[in-house]
């Protein structure tokens, strides 16, 4: 099942996307993509609405699509988690996930304006694999336990300011929370329509030229391990975005290949989870 959320940034209405692909409007009754939509177990009320929808039900004409999920709680990030990448920025294999957050109201549709923000010179791209949370998790027993907490996945973009990030002092956060520095979508795929997560392919190009080409199989710590990690350290919510890492193929490390800038475009697209498409603007 692919659920959206579409209409006017601030506005959006959730929807999912139907037998035939059109994009049909949820009743009133499942509220908005959140935290509290996965606690009320409303992916099996939503199959019997797509056996019972009706033509009122269809939205018509051009639709903004925004994130698939409301603004979470949190939204957690896993650096270097791919074996060429941490090879191409000359750092060492994790023995362990490196993690980091993004600040959440960075989370915008898949299709909006990134913004190179104020000052910045090194602004980047990363297509990662992003994982939504269903079920509260703490203290999972096993890896094999992440299964039954894991609500769906989607196509994250984790846009890197790399001064703000490695040369500024502090931690990463800061050159990964800012303002239109996490595009999300264009849907939320339920868990149950992926067989495996650990092979799909990953692309992004800048201008048309192909920057990342990516497999999740080449992750260093796989999806199942990843939640069940961050459930020794953390309570992991309901509606929580995990973003898991990115292939080889950044600007960083390549002298040869520029940094985003003013009306460059951005495309991305993950096997099974949907195609972005971004025009960088200025901040």
Same mark, same amino acid.
């Given at each position: 099942?692919?659920?959206?959320?579409?209409? *006017?940034?601030?506005? @959006?209405?959730?929807? /999912?996307? %139907?037998?035939?692909?059109?994009? =049909?409007?949820? +009743? $009133?009754?499942?509220?908005?993509?959140?935290?509290?939509?996965?606690?009320?177990?409303?992916?099996?009320?939503?199959?019997?609405?797509?056996?019972?929808?009706?033509?009122?039900?269809?939205?018509?004409?051009?639709?903004?699509?925004?994130?698939?999920?409301?603004?979470?709680?949190?939204?957690?990030?896993?650096?270097?988690?791919?074996?060429?990448?941490?090879?191409?920025?000359?750092?060492?294999?994790?023995?362990?996930?490196?993690?980091?957050?993004?600040?959440?109201?960075?989370?915008?549709?898949?299709?909006?304006?990134?913004?190179?923000?104020?000052?910045?010179?090194?602004? *980047?791209?990363?297509? @990662?694999?992003?994982? /939504?949370? %269903?079920?509260?998790?703490?203290? =999972?027993?096993? +890896? $094999?336990?992440?299964?039954?907490?894991?609500?769906?996945?989607?196509?994250?973009?984790?846009?890197?300011?790399?001064?703000?990030?490695?040369?500024?002092?502090?931690?990463?956060?800061?050159?990964?929370?800012?303002?239109?520095?996490?595009?999300?979508?264009?849907?939320?795929?339920?868990?149950?329509?992926?067989?495996?997560?650990?092979?799909?392919?990953?692309?992004?190009?800048?201008?048309?030229?192909?920057?990342?080409?990516?497999?999740?199989?080449?992750?260093?710590?796989?999806?199942?391990?990843?939640?069940?990690?961050?459930?020794?350290?953390?309570?992991?919510?309901?509606? *929580?975005?995990?973003?898991?890492?990115?292939?080889?193929?950044?600007?960083?490390?390549?002298?040869?290949?520029?940094?985003?800038?003013?009306?460059?475009?951005?495309?991305?697209?993950?096997?099974?989870?949907?195609?972005?498409?971004?025009?960088?603007?200025?901040?």
């Amino acid at each position: 099942m692919k659920l959206v959320r579409v209409g *006017d940034f601030g506005r @959006e209405r959730a929807a /999912v996307v %139907g037998p035939h692909g059109e994009l =049909l409007a949820l +009743p $009133d009754q499942f509220g908005d993509i959140d935290g509290n939509f996965w606690q009320r177990d409303s992916v099996n009320e939503l199959q019997s609405f797509l056996k019972s929808f009706g033509a009122e039900d269809e939205i018509q004409g051009d639709v903004r699509f925004g994130s698939p999920i409301s603004k979470p709680e949190k939204v957690i990030c896993v650096g270097l988690n791919y074996r060429d990448h941490a090879t191409e920025t000359g750092s060492a294999i994790p023995k362990e996930p490196i993690l980091f957050m993004k600040a959440p109201n960075c989370v915008i549709g898949p299709n909006d304006q990134v913004l190179v923000p104020r000052g910045s010179t090194q602004t *980047d791209w990363e297509v @990662e694999l992003g994982v /939504v949370i %269903g079920k509260r998790a703490r203290y =999972l027993s096993s +890896p $094999d336990e992440s299964r039954d907490v894991i609500a769906g996945y989607c196509l994250s973009h984790d846009v890197s300011e790399r001064e703000f990030q490695l040369e500024r002092g502090g931690q990463w956060d800061k050159g990964k929370s800012c303002e239109t520095f996490n595009p999300l979508g264009p849907w939320l795929v339920t868990a149950d329509e992926i067989d495996t997560p650990q092979n799909l392919g990953l692309r992004l190009s800048v201008n048309g030229i192909t920057r990342q080409n990516g497999s999740t199989s080449d992750m260093i710590f796989d999806v199942n391990y990843i939640v069940w990690y961050l459930s020794q350290f953390m309570v992991l919510e309901p509606g *929580d975005l995990i973003n898991t890492g990115t292939p080889a193929g950044v600007s960083l490390g390549h002298d040869d290949v520029p940094f985003l800038a003013e009306g460059d475009v951005v495309e991305l697209s993950i096997d099974g989870l949907g195609s972005q498409r971004s025009l960088i603007g200025q901040a």
